[in-house]
């Protein structure tokens, strides 16, 4: 028997690529700062939705969810604030010069 995907499927996956590529911009400002508090548990989440659509047969969209689960680990590995003068604050810098 063939299985078709699924068009949610498809949008799913669309939609998890575009939300980790959103994130890209932050990883790569040097002055971007993202709490812990908020990039661990969005990061925990989103491998949730991984292991959901992966039981429901979901495939492409676990790999989108996977994608946007590693962005947010990176995240909050590499841009949570040092120290804790700045607990709970996000900093972007949106009016530098590229």
């Not at 989103?46 to 994608?67: D, E, N």
């Amino acid at each position: 028997m063939i299985e078709f995907t699924v068009w949610q499927d498809i949008y799913f996956m669309l939609a998890g690529w575009a939300f980790g590529l959103l994130v890209y911009p932050i990883l790569r400002d040097e002055d971007a700062s993202v709490p812990r508090w908020s990039s661990v548990p969005t990061a925990t989440l989103l491998y949730g939705h991984v292991i959901a659509f992966t039981t429901l047969g979901l495939y492409l969209s676990a790999l989108g969810s996977l994608l946007t689960a590693l962005m947010w680990t990176a995240l909050a590995i590499w841009k949570a604030p040092s120290g804790g003068s700045e607990r709970g604050v996000v900093r972007v810098d949106t009016h530098r010069k590229i």
